[in-house]
């Protein structure tokens, strides 16, 4: 399967492609070989960069925090939103998370798929984005 030209990318894969404990190391960091290989750009938002860098923080410790700042960040697309969308990821959260586990995160992440990223792939490990519809590569 070709990658396409444009993915997001979501807290579960960064963490995995750069923690080799992680159960989805593996597949992450094939994923991002292959992508840089084709030149695949790696889209996200501000707020899934703060989620991984207090994710590596937490889990980890604060070097890897800074790898990832120092490492990664600088190669990625980071979209920007406004309210417009943000209203709507809370209403998105407000209906579905009442009975799904739902981080608001996500919520906002799936706004942005769905209206200013015309439903790009996703490159995630994170169950929420195929419960939502989005496209999730394997």
């Not at 984005?129 to 496209?135: E, V």
Request: glycine share 2%.
């Amino acid at each position: 399967m070709a990658l396409p030209p444009l993915v997001f990318c979501d807290t579960s894969f960064f963490y995995a492609c750069l923690d080799p404990r992680d159960r989805n190391h593996a597949r992450a960091h094939a994923l991002a070989t292959e992508a840089a290989s084709v030149g695949t750009t790696f889209c996200t938002t501000w707020d899934i960069v703060s989620e991984t860098v207090t994710l590596f923080r937490y889990r980890l410790n604060y070097r890897a925090a800074l790898a990832f700042l120092h490492d990664v960040k600088p190669g990625l697309q980071i979209v920007s939103y406004g309210d417009r969308l943000r209203d709507e990821a809370e209403r998105i959260f407000r209906s579905y998370a009442r009975d799904h586990r739902l981080s608001f995160c996500d919520a906002l992440s799936f706004v942005m798929v769905t209206t200013l990223l015309d439903h790009v792939p996703c490159f995630t490990f994170d169950e929420d984005f195929r419960r939502l519809g989005l496209t999730v590569l394997p």
